[in-house]
């Protein structure tokens, strides 16, 4: 059966959001008293799963998490104004709903924030939903009985581990894109083929109608 809903992450894979959570990171660290992320350190950790990203450079206990995760979005909704969209992704989701696919968004941001950043940029999708950070098995399935959507009517479009994880629990279908805060071979390794250009979305999505 055709696809007739792709379901996009959103910081990583729509909005570019590497520079500002970096620094949104480093100033947390300083309040937090962990060590902050030097540029030299951002190669070598795009290849960490969210998970050992927290083991091997947080260095703190998971309880702590939510807290952090909390002030952390309370500045990213603050500063959501610098955040720009990847090049080209307007045009290309706008051209996805005309091809009559349904647009939907799942993210471990705020729902607020996330559509101040879509109403800036005019990006228009049919439904957003929240998740937990390491709640996306639950938030996707949560979001498919909502919209009234089977497994194999949907693909997901992010650009993590846990993205791929999540959907790997769900029996969905996930590409990864390599432009956002993990690399081609972490990607790969989760088991989720890779595209490494907006305009690839095009030539795996053909008219649903």
């Given at each position: 059966m055709h696809k007739n809903t792709i379901i996009f992450d959103f910081d990583g894979t729509i909005a570019?959001?590497?520079p500002l959570f970096i620094d949104i990171y480093n100033t947390l660290a300083e309040e937090f008293h962990f060590d902050p992320i030097a540029a030299d350190e951002i190669p070598s950790l795009k290849a960490l799963s969210a998970r050992d990203f927290i083991r091997t450079k947080?260095?703190?206990?998971f309880w702590r998490i939510p807290w952090i995760?909390?002030?952390?979005?309370q500045a990213y909704h603050q500063r959501s104004d610098q955040v720009a969209v990847f090049e080209g992704l307007p045009a290309i989701i706008d051209e996805l709903r005309q091809r009559g696919y349904r647009i939907g968004i799942l993210s471990s941001s705020r729902r607020a924030t996330i559509q101040a950043i879509l109403d800036r940029t005019s990006i228009t999708v049919d439904f957003i939903y929240e998740s937990s950070l390491f709640g996306k098995a639950r938030a996707i399935r949560k979001?498919?009985?909502?919209?009234k959507i089977t497994t194999d009517r949907v693909?997901?479009?992010?650009?993590?581990?846990?993205?791929?994880?999540a959907c790997r629990q769900c029996d969905l279908?996930?590409?990864a894109v390599t432009w956002g805060l993990n690399n081609r071979e972490a990607l790969q390794a989760a088991g989720a083929p890779t595209i490494d250009q907006p305009t690839e979305l095009l030539d795996r999505f053909p008219s649903c109608l």
């Open positions: 570019d959001v590497e947080l260095k703190i206990s995760l909390r002030r952390g979005q979001a498919l009985r909502m919209e693909a997901y479009i992010g650009d993590e581990v846990r993205d791929v994880e279908e996930v590409i």
